[in-house]
């Protein structure tokens, strides 16, 4: 599945962090790549921090 994604290569589905800066990059190549970072760790720590404060 490499269609002209700007890392030009496959999603590493193994790698769930890297997997989703993989898809935001692709979904936001317009607005830049550090927008793109940002967003995706930004949602996966807010994940973070809910998984955390549940138990």
Known sequence: ??????FHEDRPDDLPIT???WEAARKYVDIGLTTAIYRA???LEAEVVA???SR
């Open 41 to 43: 760790i930004k949602q």
């Open 19 to 21: 997997a989703e800066v």
């Open 51 to 53: 998984l955390r404060d």
């Open 1 to 6: 599945m490499s269609t002209q994604h700007p």
